[in-house]
């Protein structure tokens, strides 16, 4: 395992993150050209919402990938080449309802195997659909993973279906995702019951887990735990988690290990909310303004 960083020389005490933390925890070198940054393949996207796998591209971009490829529903997907030409966009067959077909599982697996890193689940519609693409993907794939949204579905039938990847998978459930995942369907958990459920399905998928809702918490199997404040009101809305799935995934592909891209992530994404916040208010911005706001979020801290 690589070596512990700032402040988790000690597992059993949480880490608060702030810009202090992570300018002692720097990512991989920005520097070189698109191959050298790393390459982003995204699975995900129905008919109906093609927004989904759009915000994540373009975030995963903005935080610094070389380069983004869309797998989507061939319905969609000239769409949104046109819509994202930094991105290659190809089409997967679908379903009668508009989410991906099982039997893309052999393309999908043809694209990731030139990726970096693959983000999988952003816009899929129904947890069935995910689940059945998925066991046909993830048992074959060999690089570094983060399972979004829907795509928890397939972890909720199978715990261990990502021990294979050897630390390089990443969880990424919001606060109902988390407890359904774990058989505690219900009322969403509160702060406490979150941090301890995150550390839980850590420790028995054996991948890094963000979970939360206004805090998050980003934990390792070996019992590390980072706690994250950033954030805003506004970040409640449509389309938010996608931004965030994206930002994490682009900085897998740029070479951070799992927990190291959690964190930073969900700390740029948080900080971009507030950011958006002083300038509009504490309500009325749009997933798609939080992504352009990255960057600028990235450098506060990188500077």
């Known amino acids: 395992m690589a070596e512990r960083p700032p402040g988790q020389q000690n597992p059993m005490r949480d880490t608060v993150v702030t810009p202090s933390v992570l300018r002692d925890w720097p990512l991989p070198d920005p520097y070189g050209d698109k191959y050298d940054k790393g390459g982003l393949l995204i699975v995900g996207g129905a008919a109906q919402t093609p927004g989904a796998v759009l915000l994540a591209a373009e975030a995963g971009l903005r935080v610094g990938a070389g380069k983004v490829r869309v797998a989507t529903v061939r319905s969609t997907a000239q769409l949104l080449a046109t819509a994202m030409p930094e991105a290659y966009v190809e089409g997967l067959p679908e379903e009668e309802d508009g989410d991906i077909a099982p039997e893309a599982a052999e393309q999908i697996l043809e694209l990731a195997g030139s990726a970096d890193a693959v983000l999988a689940g952003p816009g899929i519609m129904k947890p069935e659909a995910a689940s059945g693409l998925l066991e046909r993907v993830v048992p074959h794939l060999d690089t570094a993973l983060l399972i979004d949204g829907l795509g928890m579905a397939y972890l909720t039938k199978t715990l261990d279906g990502v021990q294979h990847l050897a630390g390089r998978a990443l969880l990424t459930p919001n606060a109902r995702e988390l407890a359904k995942t774990l058989g505690r369907e219900g009322e969403a958990p509160d702060e406490d019951e979150i941090r301890t459920q995150a550390a839980e399905l ?68 948080g900080r971009a909310g507030e950011r958006l916040t002083a300038a509009v208010g504490r309500v009325g911005f749009l997933a798609r303004e939080l992504v352009r706001e990255l960057p600028v979020a990235l450098a506060e801290i990188e500077v």
């Open 202 to 269: 850590s420790r028995k998928s054996m991948a890094v887990v963000l979970g939360g809702a206004a805090t998050s918490f980003v934990a390792r199997p070996d019992g590390a735990v980072w706690r994250n404040e950033a954030g805003a009101p506004g970040m409640a809305a449509a389309g938010s988690g996608d931004a965030k799935a994206g930002a994490i995934a682009g900085l897998l592909a740029r070479g951070a290990p799992p927990e190291q891209a959690a964190v930073w992530g969900a700390f740029i994404h």
